[in-house]
């Protein structure tokens, strides 16, 4: 974290910026996880919808990700969320107030 946080630092000084490069394995749900931890981070820090965060990879097929499980009671077909209803869920919880990114305590 401290690294990444240097490399921003280092963009906004200089007024670089360079492209961000993910490798993984070919996990299915590490996949995912990184597709959702990424994503996130353009939905709640640069501000973008979740369309327009998906749509590069809306045209991947077959799609390399899994659903996420709702924690709800309801099992099946309907408790599994793609990674864009997540996406829409995360800035669902900022326009409600839900989640405030400016006042998020992550170390409690």
Not at 27 to 53: D, R, S
Not at 60 to 67: D, E, L, T, V
Request: with cysteine; charged share 15%.
């Amino acid at each position: 974290e401290m690294q990444f946080k240097k490399h921003q630092e280092e963009e906004r000084r200089t007024g670089s910026s360079s492209g961000i490069v993910y490798y993984l394995t070919e996990n299915t749900a590490h996949q995912t996880n990184a597709a959702f931890l990424i994503a996130a981070y353009l939905v709640v820090k640069m501000q973008w919808t979740p369309a327009q965060v998906w749509a590069p990879f809306k045209c991947i097929k077959p799609s390399p990700f899994a659903h996420f499980t709702d924690a709800s009671l309801e099992k099946g077909e309907g408790s599994l969320l793609p990674v864009h209803a997540c996406l829409q869920g995360v800035t669902m919880a900022i326009n409600f107030g839900f989640y405030n990114p400016a006042t998020f305590d992550h170390n409690v």
